[in-house]
């Protein structure tokens, strides 16, 4: 399973409920395939350019997408904050960390597709 997206719940490589926060091309494909019936997508981020879908997956699936922007992102924010707090474990899609001043470095793996999450570290 690709790392370009950040897995809330799931089971085994099958997924109930997605944040995607990414910009990639073909990220919403990879999650629809690895979707339980009824879960649900969280759409933050928006790929580059037109993203074919394949419609009729999605419907058999029963899957929900919702696109979250301005104010309800911060809503969304406070449910992650929650999730963390009662032991959520994201330690596997972080792929990278850095020191700040390496921020080109951080800026080239995410470009590059490869990475999942890269933290800067500005201590």
């Given at each position: 399973m690709s790392k370009r997206f950040q897995i809330n719940r799931g089971i085994g490589k099958r997924l109930f409920h997605v944040v995607c926060c990414v910009q990639v091309t073909g990220c919403l494909d990879q999650m629809v395939e690895h979707m339980v019936m009824?879960?649900?997508?969280?759409?933050?981020?928006?790929?580059?350019?037109?993203?074919?879908?394949?419609?009729?997956?999605?419907?058999?699936?029963?899957i929900t997408i919702k696109g979250v922007y301005g104010r309800e992102i911060f809503e969304t924010w406070y449910k992650m904050i929650a999730m963390l707090e009662n032991g959520l474990d994201i330690r596997r899609v972080i792929t990278h960390r850095m020191a700040?001043?390496?921020?080109?470095?951080?800026?080239?793996?995410?470009?590059?597709?490869?990475?999942?999450?890269?933290v800067l570290d500005w201590g």
């Open positions: 009824g879960g649900r997508i969280a759409m933050l981020g928006i790929p580059p350019g037109k993203s074919p879908v394949d419609w009729s997956r999605i419907v058999f699936k029963a700040v001043d390496q921020f080109e470095d951080g800026f080239e793996a995410m470009r590059s597709g490869l990475s999942g999450k890269v």
